[in-house]
């Protein structure tokens, strides 16, 4: 396995199928769903499996402000759930946040990510938003350190 920065048209490819697989097909949403205008000016990150060449996991960081981080569109193919290739994901997400400074990251986790995020470090902060009419949403935080 090896964490890269997709660059190309088809890493690029392979990175959006990943989310669009993840956190949209399973609610019936459209192809093209799965991006939007912040991504690109934001960072990102995937995982491949460098002998079959697949995604494995992605994830995205984005600049609220100089000092806040968010990060976004976390996915991991549901064949390589836990193994702690979120984990990776976060934490390079997160040190990237790190050298530029911020002092905190936020997220938006899925009902279902918050045992994940809380072992990360991210605390709760409030209950957000309902995607697709049925995934509850709540807001994450962390305050960044250099320890």
């Known amino acids: 396995m090896k964490i890269i920065e997709?660059?190309?048209s088809a890493e690029f490819e392979?990175?959006?199928a990943l989310r669009y697989?993840?956190?949209?097909?399973?609610?019936?949403?459209p192809k093209?769903?799965?991006?939007?205008d912040g991504d690109k000016s934001s960072i990102h990150r995937m995982i491949i499996n460098e002998?079959?060449?697949e995604a494995v996991a992605v994830g995205r960081l984005h600049f609220n402000s100089d000092e806040e981080?968010?990060?976004r569109y976390m996915a991991v193919s549901d064949k390589y759930q836990l193994k702690g290739y979120g984990n990776i994901i976060v934490k390079a997400l997160e040190d990237i946040?790190?050298?530029?400074?911020c002092k905190n990251i936020i997220l938006q986790a899925?009902?279902?990510?918050?045992k994940f995020y809380s072992k990360n470090g991210y605390e709760i902060i409030e209950k957000s938003y309902l995607l697709f009419d049925e995934i509850q949403h709540w807001l994450m935080e962390k305050e960044l350190t250099t320890d």
Do not use: C, F, H, T
């Open 6 to 8: 997709p660059n190309s």
């Open 14 to 16: 392979q990175y959006y």
């Open 21 to 29: 697989e993840v956190l949209r097909k399973p609610w019936l949403q």
């Open 32 to 36: 093209g769903s799965e991006k939007d």
């Open 51 to 53: 002998e079959s060449g």
């Open 69 to 71: 981080a968010q990060i």
């Open 97 to 101: 946040a790190l050298k530029k400074k």
């Open 110 to 114: 899925r009902e279902n990510a918050l």
